[in-house]
């Protein structure tokens, strides 16, 4: 069975620090990769997906990145945050489909 | 742009009873409306409904898409406890599966005993 793994599970960073949140699938191959991020009193926002290794498709223009260097890995990175990049950070995967399975996220908070 | 409206924002009911969640939603190039429940943690999926009028149900769950006018619902009968979460509704557009969806805000759905 597939199994969506996300790491750090929580973090805590200064404003200026760098960003790296990693997101791995299991028992899967090729699988389309998503980073949500659900902010206080908003909603899931989409921030960036990809649908194979090295193609990422960016949803909202920010002061994020994300990299796919394996087929079932799935990075989220920051050069400098801000302390509007604090949220709950989901990493999704779907097969293909239109169903999305979502990890168990990454509560970061910007201080 | 996308927009997915979820209401209420916010429910307190007692358990036994039966809710309802609407989402209505407008989207360019619509494939799929999703449900998920959220209990602090990570959404975890409940429905996709792609065809209208066709009920899809799992237990004391059930939910029907209206394609004409644009929305959906979420139904809870017998509701216990263990439904306490934020009910999430999605949609997701065209293009092979591959977009990602787009996420109302959500109803906070409160079970009293």
């Known amino acids: 069975s597939q199994t969506i793994h996300q790491w750090p599970a929580t973090l805590v960073q200064p404003v200026g620090s760098p960003l790296s949140l990693e997101c791995t699938v299991e028992?899967?191959?090729?699988?389309?990769l998503y980073w949500y991020r659900q902010a206080a009193g908003r909603g899931l926002q989409l921030l960036f997906y990809?649908?194979?290794?090295?193609?990422i498709s960016s949803e909202v223009p920010q002061n994020l990145s994300a990299s796919r260097p394996q087929d079932r890995q799935f990075i989220l990175s920051s050069k400098k945050l801000l302390l509007s990049d604090s949220g709950f950070y989901l990493c999704a995967w779907n097969p293909g489909g239109y169903e999305q399975y979502f990890g168990p996220g990454t509560r970061l908070t910007v201080t | 742009e996308d927009k997915v409206v979820q209401s209420p924002l916010s429910l307190v009911v007692h358990e036994g009873d039966t809710v309802t969640l609407n989402c209505s939603y407008e989207v360019t190039n619509f494939r799929s409306l999703l449900w998920y429940k959220q209990e602090k943690k990570a959404p975890t999926f409940l429905f996709m409904l792609?065809?209208?009028?066709i009920e899809k149900k799992s237990g004391r769950l059930s939910s029907i898409l209206d394609k004409k006018e644009l929305f959906s619902i979420l139904n809870i009968t017998a509701t216990q406890t263990g439904d306490s979460a934020v009910y999430l509704c999605a949609v997701g557009r065209s293009g092979g599966g591959a977009d990602g969806l787009t996420f109302g805000k959500g109803t906070h759905l409160i079970i009293q005993p």
């Open positions: 028992g899967t191959s090729n699988p389309n």
């Open positions: 792609t065809s209208s009028g």
């Open positions: 990809s649908v194979g290794i090295g193609q």
